[in-house]
């Protein structure tokens, strides 16, 4: 979780913290724990994401802000339209981030699409507990256009 949110402050962290977060994104997948023969699938999505994160030159998507979403957090989130609007704004500015990355760079990104329909998803999911529910299905909409192109 520390790792996840250190990835979304990625531009604010200090020297020592980045020396930290490559220090828990290299430990995750040695904390990988067998019960009853089989791994939880939680940690099976940290430890692909731990990958995910060094094959993308250490930057990931809002991780934390998915794992809200992973944890069914904005149904307890969305009863407060403030917290959801400042997730709404974080979404809004990742996306200019990584629009202006891509008219930077001319070459396709290898989970360009993945990292676009996360924002999508996490934006629909805003807009619904905004009380814009044409808006979050037109995003939903999106995300479903493109399905059989996502990698996993």
Known sequence: LKA???CMLQAELTPA??????HLMAAVPGLKQRIAGKSLPMEKFAIRKADRWAKQGDRLTLP???LVYLWNGFTILGQHYHMVEKFFVIIEKEMEVIEKRRTVTAAKEPYQLEDDCLL??????????????????????QILATAGQLKA
């Open 17 to 22: 913290e980045l020396s930290d977060q490559q």
């Open 4 to 6: 996840a949110y250190y």
């Open 120 to 141: 999508l998803l996490l934006k629909g999911m805003c807009l619904k507990y905004m009380s814009a529910p044409l808006a979050a299905e037109e995003c939903f909409r």
């Open 64 to 66: 934390g802000l998915e």
